[in-house]
């Protein structure tokens, strides 16, 4: 996984990031995600526990995430598939897919 995505990025923030060195700009993101995966935690659990990855170990909460939140920002779906009643700072649905 990137250590920073731009998709991630504009799902929590709104905002397209900066082009060139990213400088603080991680930094913005990390406690909006942390405090999403905390929130979500039992769902990606859920989500996640079933996956292993190409070389045999468990699939990561965060690695769940960051495909979920990557996959609803670029291909725009429309079915949110997260608890009710959670929202990201940007306002679109959370966690969906």
């Known amino acids: 996984m990137p250590i920073f995505d731009q998709a991630v990025y504009r799902f929590y923030t709104g905002q397209t990031p900066p082009s060139g060195a990213y400088q603080d700009t991680p930094r913005k993101l990390w406690p909006l995600y942390q405090t999403d995966l905390r929130t979500h935690r039992e769902w990606l659990t859920a989500l996640a526990s079933p996956v292993v990855t190409p070389d045999g170990r468990p699939l990561s909460l965060l690695r769940a995430a960051d495909i979920v939140i990557w996959e609803h920002q670029v291909t725009g779906?429309?079915?949110?598939?997260?608890?009710?009643?959670?929202?990201?700072?940007?306002?679109?649905?959370?966690?969906?897919?």
């Open 77 to 97: 779906c429309a079915t949110t598939l997260a608890p009710e009643g959670s929202v990201p700072v940007s306002g679109q649905a959370p966690m969906a897919g």
